[in-house]
């Protein structure tokens, strides 16, 4: 050993000590705690978002369909969203994954509504 290197004792190595370690850790698992929520929050609050913007798009499509011919009423339109006329209007010939059920109902009064409902139990409605 050379006498004149610097002499290095094991106690001033490089490396994290273990307290360093479990602050760091507690840190992460502080921030995990803190963020997990709101991204659950945000993924819920996107497929609302999406359900509500399919019954719209059903809604446009139900509209075009009616006035592509003056002589089509509201009552002519099919119930089930994903009919062949819906289809031919652009929709899907499917449900989302997160929609359970699809309905446009004519109350008779030259109206419709189409309520979609997710699989948690909300529904969603546009009216024309």
């Given at each position: 050993?050379?006498?004149?290197?610097?002499?290095i004792?094991?106690?001033w190595?490089?490396?994290?000590?273990?307290?360093?370690?479990?602050?760091?850790?507690a840190?992460?698992?502080i921030l995990?705690?803190?963020?997990?929520?709101?991204?659950?929050?945000a993924r819920?609050?996107?497929?609302?978002?999406?359900?509500?913007?399919?019954?719209?798009?059903?809604g446009?499509?139900?509209t075009?369909?009616?006035?592509?011919?003056?002589?089509?009423?509201?009552?002519?339109?099919?119930?089930?969203?994903t009919?062949?006329?819906?289809?031919?209007?652009?929709?899907?010939?499917?449900?989302?994954?997160?929609?359970?059920?699809c309905?446009?109902?004519?109350p008779?009064d030259?109206?419709?509504?189409?309520?979609?409902?997710?699989?948690?139990?909300?529904?969603?409605?546009?009216k024309?």
């Open positions: 050993m050379n006498p004149f290197a610097p002499h004792s094991h106690f190595q490089a490396g994290f000590t273990l307290i360093e370690l479990l602050i760091a850790i840190i992460i698992a995990a705690i803190v963020l997990i929520p709101n991204v659950l929050n819920a609050q996107a497929y609302n978002q999406s359900a509500s913007t399919y019954a719209r798009q059903i446009m499509w139900a075009s369909w009616l006035t592509e011919q003056p002589t089509r009423r509201a009552s002519d339109l099919n119930s089930d969203c009919s062949a006329m819906y289809v031919q209007q652009g929709a899907s010939g499917t449900l989302p994954q997160w929609v359970s059920e309905v446009v109902a004519t008779g030259g109206t419709f509504t189409v309520t979609v409902t997710m699989h948690t139990g909300k529904t969603f409605t546009y024309q």
